[in-house]
């Protein structure tokens, strides 16, 4: 049973369509990369899966049960979370509040998972009484990872989670990605480092204007020519 299916997907914004039938699938504990130029519809897709775009044409499946159009907190309540590229933390709320919202849906302790973050993200452990807004671009990256990571989430979307960052940071972020896939997390991954995301992923797509041009094992994608040469800079 795939751990999330989606089947060829019309839809985007207004009466303005994105998707032109693009189909995704993940499986449980895979890291998926979806790659492509801009504007090609990689991030739609996300938002997509995460019930933030009217989806006219086909379905959207999470463990075999249809999510198809369900808002996103009932997204969030499936075991799905999801970490925009812009806007992904609380700036005025310190490092640990924003990590306490990131939990908001549950009514247990919390304590072990802060913990986990701590873990995987130390700078942000002497930080956390920090206001987020007063971090650097890799660390408020962290702390949006780490806030959806408190609800222990099956399946982690990454918008461009490397957006923005210095290679120091952008090298960090990626081995945390592996990290939280080591857990037993699925992660869908919107990135434009390709070439670097590929080479930590199982499998890529390469969505184009809308529509999917290509799908393969990441292996595969990296060694065919054409790709490189289109969409990984040779």
Known sequence: MSLLLVENITGGYGGTDILHGVSLQVEPGEIVSIIGPNGAGKSTAMKAVFGLIAIRKGMVKFKNQVITGLRPDLVVRRGICYVPQEHNVFPSLTVQENLEMGAF??????????????????????????????????????????????????????????????????????????????????????????????????????????????????????????????????
């Open 105 to 234: 849906v549950r009514n247990d302790d919390i304590s072990g998972e802060i913990g986990q973050v701590f873990e995987l993200f130390p700078p942000l452990k002497d930080k956390r009484k920090v206001p987020a807004g007063n971090l650097s671009g890799g660390q408020r990256q962290m702390v949006a990872m780490g806030r959806a990571l408190m609800l222990k989430p099956e399946l982690l979307l990454l918008d461009e989670p490397s957006a923005g960052l210095s290679p120091l940071f952008i090298d960090l972020i990626f081995e945390r990605v592996q990290e939280i896939n080591n857990l037993g997390v699925g992660i869908l991954m919107v990135e434009q480092n390709a070439k670097q995301a590929l080479t930590f992923s199982h499998r890529g797509y390469i969505l184009v204007m809308g529509c999917n041009r290509y799908e393969d094992t990441a292996e595969n994608l990296l060694a065919n020519q054409e790709v490189a040469e289109m969409f990984l800079g040779g």
